[in-house]
């Protein structure tokens, strides 16, 4: 009888350790380790045939590329964050919170690219055939070269794929996949580093798209080792609040595109609908006077100039402790502003709370958002209001002053063809336009003073 032993392993990084340790000393993370029982005897080998490449080295000169590198999805929105198309041979990664809408964009994305007379596997190993069928039908789609396989064994996944010979290959999800050659259960550190190693042989070896996807902890970090991010060559983020319509969907890595692209959808009763102007997205609720509070900025998203609403409430609190509440900010980003308020400007928010929000539900964390918010804040606590049809670019520095930002004429551009009339910048960004006012500025009192005078 085969000896049992086991190991703990940290489920951040993959550190493995004889026995159970609170924090992990490889990442520092506390509570990672999980206990995987493993025998003394070796699993039987099942190394996949054509995994060991045999080619020799190559002069880039001489290395042929093909005509068909890039695949188009038909979904103008998702080939943008991959950078014009599926590359053939690449492994790429989905991950967000259950319920984002993962399986429906890689099935809708399934059936466009049949109809480009493309073969796709569609692996399930959380759903049966019956359920994505009724997926499907809900989504109007309809092929006969979109392959379903209820299936959770590695070794019988790439035996289909070496039938079918497919030209996309998608795995829903990579933590509910398990292989022969581990002794440990499906969703644990070393199951996702073998399947993955596996996956992404067939994908170089047979020049065959892979796309996985994969959960994300409470955290919003993707389960697994960190190396799952590492081995693949595109890493692709859903975000977005599942009880509302839009979703972004995020590129943070891309060996063959722009990285922090992003894309916008919205999920409706026929799947996920690309967002063609999401300019008019975020300010279609915008009031359309102006208030105290309300700011318009011009924040970069990848290569897209996106134009969002910024909104401060500044009030008395009744608490010992004033409350700094952001939503799409980063707090700390808000809480340095507020001091560069307070010291610099005069304003003091010692005594009140301050909430800041950004409308869409988008993230902003672009330090051009700064002048924005610094003014919502201000317009907010003094009662003043700035021109619905001003938009706010620049980034404040710890003495007040305001820096430039890059890629001003695009944001410009952007605000021009938006029905801005008028764009508060930094001085060293000062350029003449002549169907929008620009109001350069120094220092942020100077941006304060040009929205009080304005009134």
């Keep these: 009888m085969a000896k049992v032993k086991s190991k703990w392993i940290c489920q951040n990084c993959g550190y493995e350790t004889a026995g159970y340790l609170g924090k992990c000393p490889e990442c520092g993370s506390w509570g990672s380790f999980t206990e995987e029982v493993q025998t003394s005897f070796k699993p039987q080998s099942v190394t996949p045939q054509g995994f060991l490449n045999d080619t020799k080295p190559a002069l880039l000169s001489d290395i042929h590329v093909g005509d068909e590198v890039r695949v188009s999805t038909n979904i103008p ?49 959380e759903e049966s055939a019956s359920q994505i069928k009724l997926r499907a039908e809900r989504l109007d789609i309809n092929s006969n070269s979109l392959y379903i396989y209820p299936q959770i064994n590695m070794e019988s996944i790439r035996a289909e794929i070496d039938n079918i010979n497919p030209d996309v290959v998608v795995i829903d999800s990579i933590q509910a996949i398990y292989s022969g050659t581990i002794t440990s259960s499906a969703g644990s550190v070393s199951q996702i580093r073998e399947c993955c190693s596996i996956l992404m042989q067939i994908a170089k070896n047979k020049n065959i798209t892979v796309i996985v996807i994969g959960h994300v902890t409470k955290d919003g970090a993707i389960a697994g080792p960190k190396v799952l991010e590492h081995m693949v060559d595109t890493v692709i983020y859903f975000e977005g609040d599942k009880y509302k319509s839009y979703r972004v969907l995020r590129s943070m890595k891309n060996r063959f595109g722009t990285t922090s692209e992003v894309g916008i959808f919205e999920m409706g009763p026929k799947g996920l609908t690309g967002v063609t102007n999401p300019n008019e997205l975020f300010l279609n609720e915008r009031s359309k006077g102006s208030i105290p509070g309300t700011a318009i900025v011009v924040t970069n998203e990848g290569t897209r100039p996106l134009l969002v609403e910024i909104q401060a409430l500044v009030g008395t609190t009744p608490y010992p402790t004033p409350r700094r509440v952001t939503n799409g900010v980063d707090t700390s980003r808000l809480l340095q502003i507020l001091a560069v308020l307070e010291k610099r400007v005069g304003l003091n928010l010692s005594k009140q709370d301050v909430y800041v929000n950004v409308m869409g539900g988008i993230e902003v964390d672009e330090p051009s958002a700064d002048l924005g918010i610094a003014l919502a804040v201000a317009t907010c606590a003094r009662d003043v209001v700035v021109d619905s049809q001003t938009v706010i670019i620049g980034e404040i520095g710890l003495s007040g002053e305001i820096h430039p930002v890059q890629n001003i004429e695009k944001r410009l551009n952007e605000a021009i063809s938006s029905g801005f009339k008028k764009a508060i910048i930094p001085y060293a960004n000062k350029i003449k336009y002549d169907k929008i006012e620009i109001v350069p500025v120094k220092r942020l009192i100077d941006a304060i003073a040009a929205c009080v005078s304005a009134q």
């Design 77 to 125: 929105e998702f080939d943008r964050i991959l950078g014009g198309g599926l590359v053939q041979g690449s492994l790429i990664l989905i991950a967000g919170d259950p319920g984002i809408g993962k399986s429906t964009i890689l099935l809708q994305t399934s059936g466009e690219l049949c109809k480009n007379s493309k073969k796709v596997l569609y692996v399930s190993a």
